[in-house]
């Protein structure tokens, strides 16, 4: 999944208006930041086009706005947090249009280095359908087009994939050309032994990231909720854990692909169950019961790995190479049940190994648990992260080396 020579080192953006899609997805409370960290992420970028003498022209989806445009979704703090981060005046264009007087005047006056960030491009009811209206709209702002924005690399979206039809110069950031890198290098071509984690609660929800996976990895760790139904296949009962029965006959067929493959196949030994789920979910007195996976109780229900479980999978994670983990080992907001998870990140923490974090919540485990600055690679997308894991080519990343 290489892309060859377009990222944003090989172009020449002197003078010319460059379109750039950030992930500024991110999470507010009453009109505030309370985490900058994927506006920090797109800095590089930014700077390097600044830098270059490009006219920077930002881009964004902010929430999921059902009704048009709505207040709550609006980008204008992204650019007063963007200004104090680069140092220089972003210029907001608020166009519930997203391109449009405001915008058109802004991005008329633009002098090399500035900077003009558009309203939330949800604001549109055409950009999540990829109409070609709006992908027209937002190309006759632009002479090139960088995608930075991995989170939303999934999903072919006017601003993700349709505008690279009516922009000639196309090219990846620094932080889409790092998850490129990272995720593609691991899967298509790691350094071994390849160990794969998979958790999470539902098997539906990985079914082709394991069968992809099995074709690639050395061992193949399954924690988390999605175990429990993998146990099941296997003949265990699993009380009031979480199951999904329409999947017990994929789980028999991927253990025995892996049999078949040579891959080692690692599911818990044991397990940390509670009478019932938690409730606030971080609500830390629960009783627990720390039993074999041969003898959960009829009325109890798994919640995190066991330590045996937890040392079997460490011992995994410290004899690879390369390791990629997407999905938490049990309900890690408990603190009672995050001792699973808490191995797994605190082994990948000390592996001499590459280790990338798939996205999603096994991103904000590693985050909570303080281990974010021991990994190699923590991946901006979750969904974007999964469908990479299973092979899939994303239409943000396909239109730019189409292109």
């Known amino acids: ?91 907001f264009a608020d166009d519930d249009t997203v391109v449009g007087e405001n915008a058109k005047a802004a991005v008329a006056a633009m002098k090399d280095g500035d900077v003009v960030l558009l309203q939330n491009t949800r604001f549109r009811k055409e950009e999540t359908k990829n109409l070609p209206e709006f992908s027209k709209e937002l190309a006759s702002l632009a002479d090139v087009y960088v995608n930075d924005a991995f989170g939303s690399a999934h999903r072919a979206h006017c601003s993700t994939a349709g505008v690279t039809d009516y922009v000639k110069t196309t090219a990846v950031g620094y932080l889409m050309g790092k998850e490129i890198e990272y995720l593609g290098n691991a899967v298509n071509a790691p350094v071994r032994p390849f160990t794969a984690i998979l958790g999470g609660a539902k098997v539906a929800d ?29 003949g265990y009962e699993i009380g009031q854990s979480l199951c999904d029965d329409e999947k017990l006959a994929y789980c028999k067929e991927m253990m025995d692909k892996a049999a078949a493959k040579g891959v080692k196949l690692l599911l818990p030994v044991d397990t940390v169950c509670v009478k019932s789920f938690p409730d606030p979910i971080d609500n830390p007195n629960i009783e627990t019961l720390t039993v074999p996976v041969t003898a959960i109780p009829a009325d109890m229900e798994g919640c995190d790995i066991g330590p045996e479980t937890a040392k079997l999978f460490a011992e995994a994670v410290q004899a690879s190479k390369t390791v990629v983990w997407n999905g938490p080992m049990g309900v890690f907001e408990n603190p009672v049940l995050a001792a699973g998870t808490l191995a797994v990140a605190k082994a990948m923490a000390e592996a001499d190994a590459t280790t990338v974090i798939g996205g999603g919540d096994s991103a904000a485990a590693v985050m909570q648990l303080g281990f974010a600055d021991k990994m190699t690679h923590i991946s901006t997308g979750g969904g974007a992260s999964l469908e990479y894991l299973e092979g899939k080519a994303l239409p943000g990343i396909a239109c730019i080396a189409n292109n």
């Not at 079914?207 to 999605?226: A, C, H, P, Q, R």
């Open 206 to 234: 990985k079914l082709n990231v394991i069968s992809n996976l099995l074709e690639k990895v050395d061992t193949l760790i399954i924690g988390g909720g999605m175990a429990y139904t993998f146990l099941k296949a296997q």
């Open 1 to 91: 999944m290489g892309l060859g020579k377009v990222t944003v080192d090989d172009i020449n953006v002197k003078g010319q208006r460059v379109l750039v899609r950030c992930d500024f997805n991110v999470p507010m409370k009453d009109g505030v930041i309370t985490n900058d960290n994927r506006i920090v992420a797109a800095l590089p970028t930014i700077k390097k086009l600044i830098a270059d003498g490009g006219k920077v022209i930002l881009c964004s989806h902010l929430g999921k706005p059902k009704n048009g445009p709505e207040a709550k979704f609006s980008l204008a703090p992204v650019a007063v947090r963007l200004s104090e981060l680069l140092g220089q005046p972003v210029t």
